[in-house]
């Protein structure tokens, strides 16, 4: 079993950054790749940012350029570094990990003013 716990989110004006963080514990060595997805109001889920065991990064296409994954493999950390933050970009965002499974954290609240 692998516990998530997502941080970082808040409240933030349009134009402005924040970075969530996604702290694994439990059976980590078995975990492939991580990312992030989000929900919000009234859609469904999309995901946004994968990065796999060996650093290799994806992006959703609206997330490029703006947002960065990374990890930091001895705090067994994910962060995900947004700039340039859009109304539209105003969702839960929720952490994921996968190895055979699929874990999720219980998502962390991020809103951006117009």
């Known amino acids: 079993q692998v516990q998530l716990v997502e941080s970082g989110g808040g409240l933030v004006q349009a134009g402005g950054s924040l970075r969530l963080s996604c702290a694994a514990s439990?059976?980590?060595?078995?975990?492939?790749?991580m990312g992030w997805y989000r929900q919000a109001p009234g859609k469904q889920r999309e995901w946004v940012a994968t990065?796999?065991?060996?650093?290799?990064?994806n992006y959703e296409y609206s997330v490029k350029g703006r947002f960065t994954i990374s990890r930091d493999n001895a705090k067994i950390t994910m962060y995900l570094q947004m700039n340039s933050l859009k109304p539209e970009d105003t969702a839960v965002y929720y952490c994921?990990?996968?190895?055979?499974?699929?874990?999720w954290g219980r998502g962390t609240q991020v809103t951006v003013s117009s």
């Open positions: 994921y990990a996968e190895d055979n499974s699929e874990y």
């Open positions: 439990g059976s980590i060595f078995s975990i492939n790749a």
């Open positions: 990065i796999t065991k060996n650093g290799a990064t």
